[in-house]
């Protein structure tokens, strides 16, 4: 009894998503994924298979999971996870590959690669966690979706003659010669929960012993987007959702099957570089840059349309050519629509762990928003630069030296507010001592061709290394 309550071994202690969420997970209350997951968990630590499993993420709900095994975890892109779960596995022969994903990820826009990848019955277990319903962005209508069911995509109900079929994926993927283990079960209620475990157990043994695919379709319960109470939401499983997909074993042949063995061949770098014709070029001549630290972060943050992403990309295509390890971190999606959109710019003298920046040393906020969210992470010997003329207020809670720069009125006094961040580039050019004013002119002229465009950003980085003087 209390083991069931006990948090299982194979979760880390804590989950550091988010500092106010150390012990649970993001999911919604009454959501089915967090019964998977405890299920999954407590049957790799039962096998002893957590040092050997390797998740690999979706994108949807099931998203973050590698916040909460305590495994080894790749991400993918949306739909790809059968693919990339083809590579771990593959790459890895004795791990435990598992791959997790959602109804609009894998019957949707991975349906190819799930198919495939079952159909060369690599050796994988796939959960496949089915909602009907597109979870994580707000209840859009799936390929799994409900006749009748009422989505946001699908006011009116899905309609047969408009979208089809709900896809029964256990059923397609039973049908292929491949798979060791095809089967559907739900997190509903006791008595599938207990069902549930024992068919995941079993596909995790297949996967240890090597039999080849393993495919757990899960109807599980979304009481958001189904607008539904927890208990309402689990009774509709049984009463409505398990109708069009029936619980069942549909396929299981582990006793017959032997194990898979798909050798690898490790190859080493310098036999890819060698067969793809790469050769090591001298090193150039020019030296690295100078900076206040070995490595430098940086954030440029305003409003979608006022070039933070370009702004960033300039610094981090000057400062390659002096022989920098750099990367550019664009952060787009919602925020460019009117909220804040920003790049992430680190440039070091030694290879880069992470591109993410966390606690910029140099944080340019062209908008109040970002100067709010961003400014107060900005340690005491960073600097900020402002855009006085559009940000009349400061936070209280600044820690460094912070700069006013008009950035919007300068670049409109050299002929359009849109070259404002290259006023900027030269103000923390200047300000940072990273570049000189000729290599920014040499910069700019190499990257704008036309005579007017050149014309008017050599003017703007001007002012901009100009007001660096003058504040
Ligand atoms: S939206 Fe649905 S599937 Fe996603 S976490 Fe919430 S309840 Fe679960």
Known sequence: ?????????????????????????????GCGHGIIGKIIADQLAELGLQDQAIFVGPVG???????????SAVSSAHGRASAVATGVSRANPDAVTISYQGDGDLAAIGTSNAIHAANRGENMIVFFVNNNIYGMTGGQLAPTTLIDQVATTAPYGRSIKND???????????????????????????????????????????????????????????????KKEPKEACEWIDEVVSKQYPFGVFKDLTEEREAVERPC??????????????????ASDSKQLEMAHDEMHFKFAGFGGQGVLSLGMMLAQMSM???????????YGPEVRGGVANSSVVVSKTPIGTPVVDNPNVLVALNRPSLEKFGPLVP????????????????ADLKCKVYALPATDLASTVGTVKAAN????????????????????????????KPALQEVNLKA???????????
């Open 1 to 29: 009894m209390s083991k069931v309550f006990e948090k299982s071994p194979a979760f880390f202690d804590t989950f550091e998503r988010k500092p106010s969420m150390q012990k649970t997970t993001h999911y919604c209350p």
């Open 461 to 471: 980085v001007n002012a901009g290394w100009q007001a660096a003087g003058n504040l």
């Open 61 to 71: 709900c099931g998203v973050f999971i590698y916040y909460y095994f305590e495994s």
């Open 380 to 395: 005491e010997d960073g600097l900020i630069v402002y855009n006085s003329s559009l940000i009349d207020q400061i936070p």
């Open 164 to 226: 089809g079929f709900p896809l029964r994926m256990a059923e397609m993927m039973a049908g292929l010669e491949a798979p060791t283990l095809v089967a559907r079960v739900g997190v509903n209620n006791p008595r599938n929960i207990r069902q549930a475990t024992k068919v995941i157990k079993k596909g995790l043994e297949i996967q240890r012993d090597k039999k080849g695919y393993a495919f757990i379709e899960i109807l599980s319960q979304c009481p958001t987007n189904w």
């Open 422 to 449: 290259v006023v900027v580039l030269g103000f923390i050019a200047r300000k940072t001592g990273m570049f000189e004013l000729a290599d920014l002119e040499v910069f700019l002229c190499e990257t704008f061709k």
């Open 265 to 282: 061949k490790r190859v080493e770098f310098a036999e890819v570089a060698k067969q793809l014709g790469l050769v090591e070029t001298a």
């Open 321 to 331: 050519q002096r022989n920098m390890e750099v990367t550019w971190l664009p952060s």
